[in-house]
């Protein structure tokens, strides 16, 4: 058994090196992948996984421990540990494509140390079917305590990056760049859970989770837009860090309520070029993230500020931004404003479309949350209210909803999730449908990660 075990790491990490001196489709490259899946096949004759990990710099798979290393296996466990892989999981049922591809990737992925999530979106991306990577202690967490830990970490990286603007320091951009590819892995892997966070708002540090939601937002927009990763990531920095020029300003400015004078409004237009400027001393920052940073409050119609010159080509991400900044704060609830709800806030974005906000980009935002967005309270026919937990399967068809309170107004002992779909048999019509949505100040507050996780449970 041993012997057989280290001819399955032996031959992957001899393709992985000959990856290095070969074509893709030389026979050294393609032959060792064939020989890794025939000494798999016998272990999953009475079991149905086999785990590799590196513990300590050491090669275990299945428990016992590889000491002959050679070289090619050295250049293995170094590609696992530069990638930030600690366990990878193969799966009854992998084949010669999945070991190919699982080595290409670990080949041709240049970046260090990548989040769990972000190599497991990238692995489902490729098309990788029955190799699993995970991070052992990560993988027993839920998405939506996962979800929460992304968000908080995200957070705290934007309270650092704005005080250290404040105390004359360049914040680190590798820090934005991390949290950005965490939550753009878990918007891949479960976007309600990290959509539900979005309606996170802190009244009076609103800069800080309004900056997060703006980058969950734009990212999402960017997913359902079938953008590449670099892009994303761009714009997910760029959603982050919109705001960060506003550090330069006085606190008061920021956080008067009601109209401001002419001449507060503008110190506050200065907040762009202000941001810009601070990218720019930032490493791991891309030159469009930079752009789209100015850019955000230009508007579709360029009507907005810094007033763009007549041949100044906007970077079209900049309109996404704008278009999940505006959501952000008509759903946020300011001194000198009610929250609207999310169906609210998309009905006066469509009115601004082809205006302030680019048309198409309002629309895809709609498409991304779905009709009913989720943490939308919704009244049922049966006349009991609800939330949204979800977006329809597949994009198309009912929304997820999970009831809160009976058709009394009492409140249910734990939210349960009902399957719209569900008919009555006696009249073949749906059991329960969406009457329309129910004002949250109603109700007292929910919170929808939290019914998130029940549901879960
Ligand atoms: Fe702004
Ligand atoms: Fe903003």
């Not at 009115?351 to 906000?357: I, V």
Request: glycine share 8%; hydrophobic share 40%.
């Amino acid at each position: 058994m041993e012997n057989a075990i280290a001819g399955v790491v032996r031959h992957l990490g001899a393709s992985l090196k000959n990856r290095g001196l070969y074509p893709a489709t030389h026979p050294l490259v393609r032959m060792p992948v064939e020989k890794c899946r025939m000494e798999l096949a016998p272990f999953f004759a009475d079991r149905s996984e086999l785990a590799l990990t590196v513990s300590d710099g050491t090669l275990v798979l299945e428990g016992v421990p590889i000491f002959q290393l050679t070289s090619s296996l050295e250049l293995f466990i170094a590609r696992l540990g530069a990638i930030g892989l600690p366990a990878v999981i193969f799966e009854r049922g992998v084949s010669v494509e999945d070991i190919e591809l699982f080595v290409r990737f670990l080949h041709e992925t240049r970046e260090q140390g990548l989040p769990i999530l972000e190599i497991k979106a990238r692995l489902a991306r490729w098309g990788i079917t029955h190799i699993r990577v995970t991070a052992t202690a990560e993988e027993e967490k839920d998405d939506y305590t996962l979800a929460r830990e992304i968000y908080g970490n995200a957070l705290d990286v934007v309270v650092r990056a704005l005080k250290d603007v404040r105390n004359g320091k360049t914040p680190d951009g590798a820090e934005s760049d991390r949290a950005v590819r965490e939550m753009s892995g878990m918007v891949s892997r479960n976007r309600d859970a990290m959509l539900a966070l979005t309606l996170i708002k802190n009244f009076d540090e609103y800069t800080y989770n309004h900056s997060v939601n703006v980058s969950i937002l734009s990212l999402a927009v960017a997913e359902t837009l079938g953008m590449p990763e670099p892009e994303r990531i761009g714009i997910g920095v760029a959603g982050l860090l919109h705001d960060v020029g506003k550090t330069q300003l006085a606190l008061d400015l920021i956080r008067k309520p009601g109209t401001l004078t002419v001449e507060e409004f503008e110190e506050i237009k200065k907040h762009p070029e202000e941001g810009f400027a601070i990218l720019g001393k930032m490493t791991h920052i891309q030159e469009s993230t930079r752009s789209v940073v100015r850019e955000h409050h230009m508007r579709f119609d360029r009507t907005g500020y810094p007033r763009p010159e007549p041949e100044h080509r906007m970077n079209p991400h900049s309109h996404l931004i704008a278009v999940a900044d505006c959501f952000d704060a008509l759903t946020t609830m300011r001194s000198y404003q009610k929250a609207r709800t999310p169906r609210q806030a998309l009905e006066i974005m469509r009115k601004l479309a082809g205006k302030s906000l680019d048309p198409d980009l309002v629309e895809l935002l709609e498409r991304s949350l779905g009709g009913f967005p989720v943490g939308t309270m919704v009244r049922l026919s049966t006349m009991e209210v609800g939330i949204v937990t979800g977006t329809p399967d597949g994009g198309k068809g009912e929304p997820k909803v999970a009831i809160l309170f009976d058709r009394s107004g009492n409140p249910l002992a734990a939210p349960r999730g009902v399957d719209l779909a569900e008919s009555d048999p006696s009249s073949g019509r749906p059991r329960r449908m969406i009457l329309g949505t129910v004002n949250p100040l109603m109700h007292p507050p929910v919170s929808i990660s939290g019914v998130l996780q029940t549901l879960s449970a």
